[in-house]
Every structure is written in structure tokens, then in C-alpha cells.
């Protein structure tokens, strides 16, 4: 008896890293009754992952405004007037003193963006400064600077790199209606060049941007049939910015079940990725946030605000994560849940000889399989 598409297509590969999604077979899943598509995900979740625990990223704008590419969504082009004042690159010495601030309040990542269409190599000796500042802090460090070419991603690599970010944002076909000033495949030509340096690749997208279910669909089958899966793939959803071409009351807000979904579809197509909940978290509530870990999510972006508040459980995500009995990666579990835990793991997806697990369908009921009867 299979599960559902992955299983139809693959007996027993629950949870397999694969790089040959079709279209069809993913549409599948995104319309597969809900708590089934649910349940999936957080199977292959916890065969990979500690289901209750979150990796922290910070999140540096280091380079504010003033962008000559023409990303409807973004209020940091210098084509729309959303009232964004642009900035000069900060200071290393700041740079590295956010990180330590947000190294105090549980961030293990510290990512580091700026706002232009390419990095010019005259920039480049201070974001190596800032990479290695933030290294000898003891955390992942995380670049997102456009596009590159293949010596100034050796120099970063040189300084410690460990992450590049560079979204694709959304389907290849869909691409077009959203930036016009550079092409979806300069933008995989980029990953590519990071990829081949040896750096990770942190790439997603964002949803709610007035694209259809096969779009959602599109920008996945495109991250995880790449060589190698993004090792982070951050999914944000669109917050509309008055100035922007998509502060616009014809796009309809894109559903919480639309958004869950679209989480557990990434879950189940890159098992292995970081899953991380972005830019659109802080409209979402909590029971919305935890259907997000349900569904795969394991990493979020920390509000900025967390850098002023002195202590880091009073905050929001951090209340957040105690009341669910969940932890920041890389920090002591506050909860006693963690046995009783690792044991319903086993329960459900038994631990076979080799370290390897394998999901037994007897368990669950199979919608998908009763679908296939009446066909
Ligand atoms: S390249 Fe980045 S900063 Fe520039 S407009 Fe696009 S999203 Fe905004």
C-alpha cells in the first residue's frame, strides 16, 4: 500500500532526496487532503531533523536602499518611492557588534544583506572583514549581495563564508512579472558559481505574490531538482509595501492553509533542507506559526527588535517556542519532553540497522490509496 505520490513513484523512499520532481507529481501534493499532506511532512521532518528544534538566524541589513533592479515586492529599489531612506554600507566594527548582540539572544546564523544589483570589488575587502568578525564569534555567517563573480566568491570563501543567499524568488514562467531587469537564469548561474566555490546555498522564494498553485509549484520543482539541494531554502510571504508595484488590493492575500502547504510540499520535496520561515512571520499568529513547524519549518528569521530586549524569554518567539515545548537549535532544551519525544519518533518511523528509517504505511490511514480505488 503506498502513502502518496512519493510513494507511488518510489516504494519505500519516504523522505529520499530526490532531484527529479515533475510538475504533476508536486501539484499532487500540494492537493493532497490536508492532514494527510501534513502528517507527511512531519514524518520525513523528524527522519531528519529534532522535530522541536528551530535554527535562529539574524538578519543585518548592512547596505540599505537605493537598488537599481526592479523587484516589484521590494521597497529597497530605487524605482519606487516608499519613503525608504537609502543608506551607506555600515561599519565593520557595528556589523560585528550586532552579531554579538544577536549571538547573545540565540541566533547561531548571522546573515548579512545588501541592497544592489551586483557587488563592486572595491566592497569587497570590508565584507570579508565583517565574514571573519563574525566567524570568530563562533557563528555561521551568511552573505546575500546579488550577483558575484567567481573571484569574489573565492575571496569569501577564503574569509569563511558559509552561506549565500540568492532567491529565485518564484517560478521560472512567473519570473518575468515580477523583475524584469535581470533573468531567472542569471539568478541560477549565481547559485551555481556559489555552489561550485563550496559555499552553501541558502535559496527560496516568496508566495502571495498574485502567482497561481503551479507557480508555488514551479519555483520548488526548481530548488530541489537543482544539482544538490539549497541547504536553507527561506519562504517568505509577500508583505505588500505602499510604493511598491505589489501594494496592490487586487492580489489576494495568499491563505494560511495556501502557506502551510507550500511549507510542507518544500518539507517533503528537500528533506534534508533548512526550512525557514522569513520576511511575513510577524503577521502570522501563533497557532499559524506552529502549523509552520508542523508542516517542516525548522528555522526562522529573529525580528530585529530582539536585539533591545533584554531578556531574550520575554520576547515574543521565545515565549513562543517555550509554549510549544521547542528550543533554538544549538542551545539546552528547556523542556523534559526530549525522551518521550525521541521514543514516539521511534514509534512512528522505527530506527532500521544502519541508522536509516523507514516509514511503516500500516499505521496511517492512506486517503491517497483510497482515491487510487475508485479511479
Ligand atoms: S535586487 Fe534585492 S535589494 Fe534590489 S530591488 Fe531586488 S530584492 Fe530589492
Given at each position: 500500500m503506498s502513502l502518496s505520490p512519493i510513494n507511488d513513484a518510489n516504494e519505500n523512499l519516504l523522505g529520499a532526496v530526490r532531484h527529479d520532481w515533475t510538475r504533476d507529481?508536486?501539484?499532487?501534493?500540494?492537493?493532497?487532503?490536508?492532514?494527510?499532506?501534513?502528517?507527511?511532512?512531519?514524518?520525513?521532518?523528524?527522519?531528519?531533523?529534532?522535530?522541536?528544534?528551530?535554527?535562529?538566524?539574524?538578519?543585518?541589513?548592512?547596505?540599505?536602499?537605493?537598488?537599481?533592479?526592479?523587484?516589484?515586492y521590494c521597497p529597497q529599489s530605487a524605482r519606487y518611492d516608499t519613503g525608504l531612506k537609502a543608506s551607506k554600507m555600515m561599519e565593520v566594527d557595528r556589523v560585528v557588534e550586532l552579531?554579538?548582540?544577536?549571538?547573545?539572544?540565540?541566533?547561531?546564523?548571522?546573515?548579512?544583506?545588501?541592497?544592489?544589483?551586483d557587488l563592486k570589488d572595491r566592497d569587497v575587502d570590508q565584507i570579508c572583514a565583517m565574514i571573519e568578525g563574525v566567524k570568530d564569534l563562533g557563528m555561521e555567517s551568511c552573505v546575500t549581495l546579488g550577483m558575484l563573480t567567481s573571484d569574489q566568491i573565492g575571496r569569501f570563501k577564503q574569509s569563511g563564508l558559509d552561506y549565500y543567499n540568492h532567491n529565485v524568488d518564484t517560478s521560472e514562467e512567473y519570473y518575468k512579472e515580477i523583475i524584469t531587469t535581470r533573468s531567472y537564469q542569471d539568478r541560477l548561474d549565481t547559485i551555481q558559481n556559489v555552489r561550485d566555490a563550496g559555499i552553501n546555498v541558502c535559496s527560496g522564494g516568496i508566495i502571495g505574490m498574485g502567482e497561481k498553485e503551479t507557480d508555488r509549484a514551479g519555483m520548488l520543482e526548481t530548488l530541489a531538482n537543482m544539482p544538490a539541494h539549497p541547504d536553507s531554502v527561506p519562504i517568505n510571504k509577500l508583505v505588500q509595501v505602499k510604493g511598491t508595484p505589489l501594494y496592490d488590493d487586487s492580489i489576494d492575500e495568499i491563505s494560511d492553509f495556501d502557506f502551510i502547504r507550500t511549507i510542507a510540499v518544500a518539507r517533503i520535496m528537500m528533506p534534508k533542507a533548512y526550512v525557514r520561515l522569513s520576511a511575513g512571520r510577524e503577521s502570522m499568529d501563533k497557532k499559524m506559526q506552529a502549523y509552520c513547524f508542523m508542516a517542516g519549518a525548522n528555522s526562522m528569521f529573529y525580528g530585529e527588535k530582539?536585539?533591545?530586549?533584554?531578556?531574550?524569554?520575554?520576547?515574543?518567539?521565545?515565549?513562543?517556542?517555550?509554549?510549544?515545548?521547542?528550543?533554538?537549535?544549538?542551545?539546552?532544551?528547556?523542556?523534559?519532553?526530549?525522551?518521550?519525544?525521541?521514543?514516539?519518533t521511534d514509534a512512528i518511523v522505527p530506527l532500521k540497522a544502519g541508522g536509516t528509517r523507514e516509514f511503516d504505511p500500516s499505521i496511517a490511514y492512506n486517503s491517497r490509496a483510497a482515491d487510487n480505488v475508485t479511479q
Open positions: 507529481e508536486i501539484l499532487k501534493l500540494f492537493n493532497m487532503p490536508f492532514m494527510d499532506l501534513l502528517f507527511e511532512a512531519q514524518v520525513i521532518h523528524r527522519t531528519h531533523f529534532d522535530p522541536n528544534k528551530v535554527q535562529l538566524s539574524q538578519l543585518c541589513s548592512i547596505k540599505t536602499g537605493g537598488c537599481a533592479e526592479d523587484c516589484k552579531a554579538k548582540h544577536a549571538k547573545e539572544a540565540g541566533a547561531t546564523r548571522y546573515c548579512m544583506g545588501a541592497a544592489w544589483r530582539l536585539l533591545t530586549t533584554p531578556n531574550p524569554v520575554k520576547n515574543n518567539d521565545m515565549a513562543l517556542l517555550a509554549e510549544l515545548g521547542m528550543s533554538p537549535e544549538g542551545h539546552t532544551m528547556s523542556h523534559e519532553d526530549a525522551a518521550t519525544e525521541a521514543k514516539l
